[in-house]
């Protein structure tokens, strides 16, 4: 019978912490570790096998992710809510915060509608470690293949650079919602709607929506930012569904484990946004495109070789 132990409920929600956010694909490592693993692991940590609590499990510490979002993004977060209930009272889309807050709302319908009619279709159906392995190669194809064709700058580069005129006493997160918000509201549902390939076991997020924003022309840093602030009511939706089932027969006897799980998935989380948002201020895609074609491409050798 399959079950879930302190150590690997930690285990899991350090992984998975980690590996939502950064551009590699979290149900894909939550797939492909504990086949690798073997053993007990493999048999209590199998996303596909029949009355496992494992996937609940799973979207259930995703709460703690989209938390540790919230926490982390708290500012920005005051200013979109805001900016949504002035735009309903007054009618009209005048402001910088008004307009980021329809963006997010528009830009996270196409992935709510699929995640509600394909998620457990495609989380049970392709589940399983050599599908996954193959999605997560083809997620570093396409991080590689869009640092080749990108059209945004890699990040502000800019240990100094200057702002913009007239934003000279803006914070940095306000002057990256002036350039998120001059999307045009198709462009944000486009680049929402790439939260849709994460369905698939393996393909990334973060990395789809950053891939996205970079291919409409925005730089690293704020289609990371863009990627996960419009991830935080996605995640938490999610995993609000299945919270319900985790307080009924579903979570007896795993209920403790499920808390420390999330406890390490929120300290996690909090710490790889953190150092993220500061990596794509310079930095690009690539070392994880490498690390997605070399990870999925060895893990489809061992699971078709043995």
Not at 241 to 252: F, H, M, N, T
Request: glycine share 12%; net charge positive; with cysteine.
């Amino acid at each position: 019978m399959s079950v879930l132990t302190y150590p690997e409920a930690i285990g899991v929600g350090l992984l998975q912490g980690v590996t939502e956010l950064f551009p590699v694909s979290s149900l894909g490592h939550s797939i492909l570790v504990p086949a690798l693993i073997g053993g007990q692991v493999e048999r209590d940590l199998n996303v596909s096998a029949d009355g496992s609590p494992y996937l609940n499990v799973l979207i259930g510490l995703h709460l703690a992710t989209a938390l540790a979002l919230v926490v982390y993004f708290r500012r920005d977060w005051a200013r979109v809510i805001r900016g949504l209930f002035t735009s309903v009272r007054e009618r009209r889309i005048a402001t910088v915060e008004q307009r980021l807050a329809w963006l997010l709302v528009v830009a996270t319908i196409p992935v709510g509608i699929a995640g509600l009619a394909l998620d457990s279709v495609f989380r049970t159906t392709l589940g399983k470690p050599i599908p996954t392995a193959v999605f997560l190669s083809l997620n570093g194809i396409v991080l590689y293949v869009t640092e080749r064709l990108r059209r945004g700058g890699t990040g502000r580069r800019r240990a100094g650079a200057a702002p913009a005129p007239g934003e000279e006493d803006l914070s940095e997160e306000e002057r990256s919602d002036r350039r998120i918000t001059r999307l045009g509201f198709g462009q944000a549902t486009w680049i929402g709607a790439a939260q849709i390939l994460a369905l698939c076991p393996g393909i990334s997020r973060s990395g789809s929506t950053i891939s996205a924003g970079i291919f409409r022309g925005m730089n690293h840093e704020d289609s990371a930012r863009f990627a996960f602030l419009l991830a935080t009511p996605v995640i938490g939706a999610a995993a609000l569904l299945k919270v319900p089932s985790l307080l009924g027969p579903a979570g007896d006897g795993i209920r403790g484990q499920v808390v420390a799980g999330s406890v390490a998935a929120f300290v996690a989380g909090y710490v790889a946004v953190k150092y993220l948002t500061k990596y794509f201020e310079t930095r690009t895609l690539t070392p994880f495109a490498i690390y997605c074609t070399v990870a999925g491409l060895g893990s489809l050798a061992y699971f078709t070789l043995t």
